[in-house]
């Protein structure tokens, strides 16, 4: 399976854990994007990277979330002091990056449950 | 900013009818706008886009449709199949990065 995969699938934790996600993207692909869903509502954009360079924040993204793409490869999503607020299903993106190729792919997402 | 909202957030339709979902943006300042296709417990699948400076393109038994002037989005489905029972998200997109979604509409095909 050549596309993008996400891990965990599942994550239930503690309000106050920290937690960590992974994403691997398409491999020849040079952006990769971050989206949180909840329940009934459309993806919301949280951050991308163009190889291993954050361009772009959003505010949603508050000094608890971090996101990482060390090597311009796979990315690390993590959440400092989980909030009940954050259960969600965080989607992971990527895309070629190029003009005229910018359809994103989405992975299967890790659903996160704060107790 | 952008935002992007479904006319309706149901749609129910007999198989092998066609369907038609309805999407409005309020920023023109997008260089295409995409449909994407969520199956439960699944991440959104891409299903056609269309750029800016186009006004209909077509696919295997989709088309999508941009009247810029009104500022509206569509998708039709011919032949709707059980298989197509889905929410559809529209999105707009930039060659800068990030999408826009709305909030879905809910697609039920009835055998």
């Known amino acids: 399976d050549t596309g993008v995969s996400q891990d965990p699938r599942h994550k239930i934790t503690k309000r106050g854990q920290n937690v960590t996600f992974r994403c691997d993207p398409i491999?020849?692909?040079?952006?990769l994007y971050w989206y949180r869903q909840t329940l009934g509502q459309g993806p919301e954009f949280l951050t991308y990277f163009q190889n291993e360079a954050q361009l772009e924040k959003s505010r949603l993204l508050s000094d608890r979330f971090s996101a990482e793409r060390p090597k311009g490869s796979f990315s690390t999503l993590e959440i400092q002091r989980t909030e009940q607020g954050d259960s969600a299903m965080y989607l992971c993106?990527?895309?070629?990056?190029?003009?005229?190729?910018?359809?994103?792919?989405f992975g299967p997402g890790t659903r996160l449950l704060v107790l | 900013g952008e935002s992007v909202g479904l006319h309706l957030p149901t749609l129910s339709v007999q198989e092998g009818d066609n369907s038609i979902i309805n999407c409005a943006y309020s920023n023109s300042a997008s260089d295409y706008f995409i449909w994407y296709k969520q199956e439960s417990g699944k991440g959104p699948q891409f299903i056609i886009d269309i750029r800016s400076n186009m006004d209909k393109r077509q696919g295997q038994r989709v088309t999508v449709l941009l009247n810029k002037t009104v500022k509206h989005l569509s998708l039709q489905i011919a032949a709707t199949q059980p298989g197509d029972s889905a929410v559809y998200f529209c999105a707009l997109g930039t060659n800068a990065g990030k999408s826009t979604f709305g909030d879905g509409t809910t697609l039920t095909v009835k055998p």
């Open positions: 993106a990527s895309s070629l990056g190029l003009a005229d190729q910018e359809t994103q792919y």
């Open positions: 491999s020849e692909h040079n952006r």
